[in-house]
């Protein structure tokens, strides 16, 4: 159902499941610049990426971004043959030292309550905000820790 309520005669609203690469790019442009206006700071993301190969295969990685004096984890993996080796806490470890490098002093990162809590506790990551029922019967945890 596509609701429309507009004073503009000509307007359209598209629902879509698709992504569309060039829309979603100038979504994204819009909201930085807007960010950038109000927060008068220089726009400075710097993509991080953290890998872990034995014999040549990858069995781990971190994907994340360093921004405005924080460093983001976004993804954290290790293949489960892997893990117990302490290979998610190198790349984790690693991620905070090329954020410190870049002058960061924070991390943030979210997980689910069936994941890594405990291990980003360990970590040294405290909880600041949860989302419960996300999904149902579980927590959505976000997590930050100073650098």
């Given at each position: 159902?596509?609701?429309?309520?507009?004073?503009?005669?000509?307007?359209?609203?598209?629902?879509?499941?698709?992504?569309?690469?060039?829309?979603?790019?100038?979504?994204?442009?819009?909201?930085?610049?807007?960010?950038?206006?109000?927060?008068?700071?220089?726009?400075?993301?710097?993509?991080?990426?953290?890998?872990?190969?034995?014999?040549?295969?990858?069995?781990?990685?971190?994907?994340?971004?360093?921004?405005?004096?924080?460093?983001?984890?976004?993804?954290?993996?290790?293949?489960?043959?892997?893990?117990?080796?302490?290979?998610?806490?190198?790349?984790?470890?690693?991620?905070?030292?090329?954020?410190?490098?870049?002058?960061?002093?924070?991390?943030?990162?979210?997980?689910?309550?069936?994941?890594?809590?405990e291990f980003y506790k360990k970590l040294?990551?405290?909880?600041?905000?949860?989302?419960?029922?996300?999904?149902?019967?579980?927590?959505?945890?976000?997590?930050?820790?100073?650098?």
């Open positions: 159902m596509v609701i429309t309520m507009c004073v503009f005669v000509n307007m359209k609203i598209e629902l879509s499941n698709t992504i569309n690469e060039n829309y979603d790019k100038l979504i994204k442009d819009r909201l930085t610049e807007s960010s950038l206006l109000v927060s008068q700071l220089e726009y400075q993301k710097k993509d991080l990426r953290v890998y872990s190969y034995i014999n040549e295969k990858l069995v781990g990685g971190l994907i994340g971004y360093t921004i405005w004096g924080w460093l983001y984890i976004g993804n954290l993996w290790v293949d489960s043959k892997f893990r117990d080796n302490n290979i998610g806490t190198l790349l984790v470890k690693n991620a905070e030292s090329v954020a410190k490098d870049r002058g960061c002093d924070f991390s943030y990162l979210n997980t689910f309550s069936y994941q890594a809590v040294g990551y405290e909880k600041f905000g949860v989302l419960e029922n996300f999904p149902k019967n579980h927590q959505r945890v976000f997590m930050k820790k100073i650098l």
